[in-house]
């Protein structure tokens, strides 16, 4: 089995109840860090929100932008985009469509703004898809990314890793049976670049990095990038 494989498989399994546990396992932080995201972007704005599962970050997206804006949300997991569209029957500006983050099917220079929420680090060759982002900005577009990194301070950092590499398998196992989903969260942060080595990243891409914060302890990590 591929990674991408596995990782459609391991996020269909959860599909029905990610939201809750999404909500749960972040102490109620997500939604936070969302608007956090979403303040950075304007009204009348066409926004791309890759790798949009449910579109939790996609509908925040909606209001914020209005109804001279749009947002398209693209993911490759048909489950998670059924809950979307689901959810999204009365929003007027704003479209759910089947697409992988590598291979773009939009024109270049398209959009005001690309964004995405704690998805990066689940994608196979995440530089192919930062280029594809920069290819479908606009100049002067803005790439606005929400990830979970491990925190750079060492004593929250052992804090950090017994709530999710113990704690938080234990209770998925507990609600959906199953403690594989979330052994693999810990394992794609730990292999997932540092907060110093992504801003690093995308310079080497092209983008100039306006903002690059820590949110919660560095649990979280904000970036506003770009395109020169």
Known sequence: MSRDEFIRKIFSSVAPRIDFLST???????????????????????????????????FLISKKVGRRGFVWGIDINEDLLQIARRDSKNNGNLSFITADSRDIPF??????????????????????????YYRVLKKGGRFVCLELMKPENRFFRYIWRIYVSKIIPVISKLIIGDPVPYKYLFASIEGFYTFNEFVQLLKKNGFEVL??????????????????
């Open 24 to 58: 749960l396992f972040s102490l109620g932080l997500d939604d936070h860090w969302r608007r956090k995201a979403v303040s950075y972007l304007n009204e009348g704005e066409n926004v791309l929100d890759v790798c949009t599962g449910t579109g939790k970050l996609a």
């Open 211 to 228: 903002v690059a914060r820590s949110l919660t302890f560095g649990v979280a990590n904000l970036f506003v990038a770009e395109k020169r």
């Open 107 to 132: 024109d270049s220079e398209f959009f005001d703004a690309v964004t995405v929420s704690f998805g990066i680090r689940n994608i196979t060759q995440p530089e192919k898809a930062l280029q594809e």
